[in-house]
T-cell receptor, first 113, second 111 residues
Framework: GESVGLHLPTLSVQEGDNSIINCAYS??????FIWYKQESGKGPQFIID?????DKRQGQRVTVLLNKTVKHLSLQIAATQPGDSAVYFC????????????FGTGTRLTIIP | EPEVTQTPSHQVTQMGQEVILRCVPI?????FYWYRQILGQKVEFLVS????????KSEIFDDQFSVERPDGSNFTLKIRSTKLEDSAMYFC?????????FGQGTRLTVV
């Protein structure tokens, strides 16, 4: 069945360093991928998304890489700041607006001052 | 910036009681969703809603659950007879196309 999983449950990074959070997905039919940040007691906050016809997309301090050959997704955060500490979820979906998102289990990123 | 708003932020209810969780999606969005997150676990899809009807629902969304868009702005999730295992954070989300934006959630505690 479908599954979206994360390689590491926790990640600690020194402030100012870059971080990479990885995600594996198993549904090769997925056409859309999205990263969310969730702070304690809050809802998932959109970070960046990518469609399956792309392999890289950049935002402000964040980059998402998609490798469809090995069904792998990663989120790179440059020059990490204390405010980046949170749980990060990858999620996959289809190409139509009403399709559900299937979430991974999450990686807790801790930025060490 | 437009946001999805949910009320209440916290609801405590007795087992067997009915609860209604309320959401105001972003105004120009067409697609609406409910997800839930049991403490410490991943976010799980419950139901999607488009054009005044359910598009898809998960196996979690059984007969005790229902959704409604009673007017042009609100989107509600009703749990008819709550069970202890319904205790979770419930998130409403909306999207214009693919990018779903989530509310801050309602923490439901069933005692």
């Amino acid at each position: 069945g479908e599954s979206v999983g994360l390689h590491l449950p926790t990640l600690s990074v020194q402030e100012g360093d870059n971080s990479i959070i990885n995600c594996a997905y198993s549904n090769s039919a997925s056409d859309y991928f999205i990263w969310y940040k969730q702070e304690s007691g809050k809802g998932p906050q959109f970070i960046i998304d990518i469609r399956s016809n792309m392999d890289k997309r950049q935002g402000q301090r964040v980059t998402v890489l998609l490798n469809k050959t090995v069904k792998h997704l990663s989120l790179q955060i440059a020059a990490t700041q204390p405010g980046d500490s949170a749980v990060y979820f990858c999620a996959e979906g289809g190409n139509f607006g009403n399709e559900k998102l299937t979430f991974g289990t999450g990686t807790r990123l801790t930025i060490i001052p | 910036e437009p946001e999805v708003t949910q009320t209440p932020s916290h609801q405590v209810t007795q087992m067997g009681q009915e609860v209604i969780l309320r959401c105001v999606p972003i105004s120009n969005h067409l697609y609406f969703y409910w997800y839930r997150q049991i403490l410490g676990q991943k976010v799980e899809f419950l139901v999607s809603f488009y054009n005044n009807e359910i598009s898809e629902k998960s196996e979690i969304f059984d007969d005790q659950f229902s959704v409604e868009r009673p007017d042009g702005s609100n989107f509600t999730l009703k749990i008819r007879s709550t069970k202890l295992e319904d205790s979770a954070m419930y998130f409403c989300a909306s999207s214009e196309e693919l990018r779903a934006f989530f509310g801050q959630g309602t923490r439901l505690t069933v005692v």
